[in-house]
């Protein structure tokens, strides 16, 4: 017998958005029976994860009590997929030289089918190039990709902290001081990859926050094409600390409730990541 609520109550807002076959965004009662499948994505503290549930048990996750998770097993390709982006994010993965689909099969121990379909879809996200007869290589970001989508996160997220300034709750502000806190302990331990993941996770707060999911999921696809470039620009001598003071000037802005200095703390923030990036 499920919960209750998987049969008349809709998911809470934190969850992200569900798809399954022949049934809307909303909906939760298609679970009906272990063995259901189910693909799609859930918003998980700011990062898209692809699944199929193949079977529901029961478990503490992200807001939902013991009795409310479905556990969600990621498909081969989706691992993959996963796995690639933290080889390019690390830098092992570069524009320098190009790797053979035998290799990453090699690395992940899979057969190459999966590993085709993962940089497939990561060649149409705009992160890797296949060329013939080489192999896999990252995709370069232009001065042009880098002016565009900077100058499109400057007017969506400034807008959305104005917007904000009187929404946020006292657990919404323990969520951002604990990014905060993890954002100094990589600072402290000069952990360029963890710093970017928790400051993606910063930014992202504010737009799910707003629940604007059109907002979600273009921000999403902006921050994706620049995540090699972010994490090479967080390695140079001060940008952590940098960026890091930067989010607490936006975080204090948004407790005394300034719309206004919230607002400016975002646009000098993002317009700084810009000048650096293409000053680097």
Known sequence: MFPPYLQESPLPAH????FSRGLSEDSVSFVKSAGSLITGALDSQ???LYFTCISVTYHQYNGFSETER?????TKTDQIYEGIKQLILSGELSNDAA????????RFQVSRTPVREAVKRLELEGFVKVIPNQGIMIKEVSISEVKEIYDLRIAIEEFVVKELTELLSEDD???LEESLRKQEKALDNRDAITFHEEDRKFHDYFMRS?????IVD??????DRMEGVNVHLLRQPGNMNLFFREHCRILEA??????????RAMDEHLKGGKERLLSG
Do not use: C, H
């Open 99 to 106: 790797v053979s689909e035998n290799a990453l099969a090699q």
């Open 254 to 263: 948004l407790r005394r409730r300034d719309a206004k200095e919230a607002a």
């Open 210 to 214: 707003y629940g604007n999911t059109m």
């Open 15 to 18: 969850a992200g958005k569900w």
């Open 70 to 74: 479905p556990i969600l097993q990621a």
């Open 218 to 223: 273009f921000i999403s696809k902006l921050r």
């Open 46 to 48: 700011g990062e898209f």
């Open 173 to 175: 502000f323990r969520v």
